[in-house]
């Protein structure tokens, strides 16, 4: 039991300071030497529990992913009780929050889009796009949701021109949402001294308004709720 529970240590060692390396150069240029000596073990240790460079990379992936999936099933375990615009809001700090201490799950999305990595596809990323229609999509029907959970509230529709207020308020829609919360953890991923917990409050505050009806704000909390 003891032999095991160093056997996993090492291994996880390994994985992080691998991270740290993966996060830093990428996947081709990242020395092994390099990830051996922060993890303080021999290259012998390293190819026990690895094969190569490349399945120790996919072994930083699959712990990023196991994160991201996290992520997603509580959000989607709240989806039938809570608003569905607080629950992406608070998806989105818990992510912000978590890329900012957690260099696996920012190494893992790195190399998840690394094509010497993963040649013919994509290993790892977040679909926001997905996420966001998954989230707000009302699973009975508009009608149906409403009568059921009237707080079960989707994007409102869109405003007409004859919407006195259309001119002076935005009219958001998913997919401008989708590219606003990509666009957000791509710049995180490449500069996170960017992006802070207060950066991400700020934006959901100058996107509420064109993504709620007038009178509805009240029942959000841009800085999230900490539900995440």
């Known amino acids: 039991m003891i032999k095991q529970e160093r056997a996993e240590r090492t291994r996880e060692a390994i994985i992080r300071a691998a991270a ?19 993890a303080t073990v021999t290259k012998g240790a390293l ?3 690895f094969a190569s460079k490349r399945d120790l ?8 992913a196991d994160t991201v999936h996290w992520l997603l099933e509580h959000a989607r375990r709240r989806q039938t009780a809570e608003l569905p615009l607080q629950i992406l809001i608070d998806l989105s700090h818990a992510l912000v929050g978590r890329l900012a201490d957690d260099q696996v799950l920012r190494a893992g999305l790195r190399l998840g889009t690394d094509e010497d990595l993963h040649p013919e596809r994509v290993g790892l990323s977040l679909d926001w796009a997905g996420v966001v229609d998954e989230v ?3 699973p009975g029907g508009a009608a149906d949701a409403a009568s059921q959970n009237p707080d079960l509230s989707a994007l409102p ?19 401008a949402l989708a590219c606003v919360l990509t666009g957000l953890e791509l710049l995180f991923r490449r500069s996170p001294q960017l992006v802070e917990q207060e950066t991400l409050t700020s934006v959901w ?11 509805e704000a009240d029942r959000y909390e841009p800085s999230g709720t900490g539900s995440d």
């Open 20 to 38: 740290a390396v993966f996060e830093r150069d990428g996947f081709t240029a990242a020395p092994l030497g390099e990830i051996t000596r922060l």
């Open 157 to 175: 529709a869109p405003r007409t021109p004859s919407d006195s207020a259309a001119a002076a308020r935005p009219n958001l829609g998913k997919d």
């Open 136 to 138: 707000l999509r009302r």
């Open 57 to 64: 990379a996919l072994a930083v992936v699959n712990e990023a």
């Open 205 to 215: 505050r100058l996107l509420l308004p064109g993504l709620i009806d007038s009178g």
């Open 47 to 49: 190819y026990f529990h």
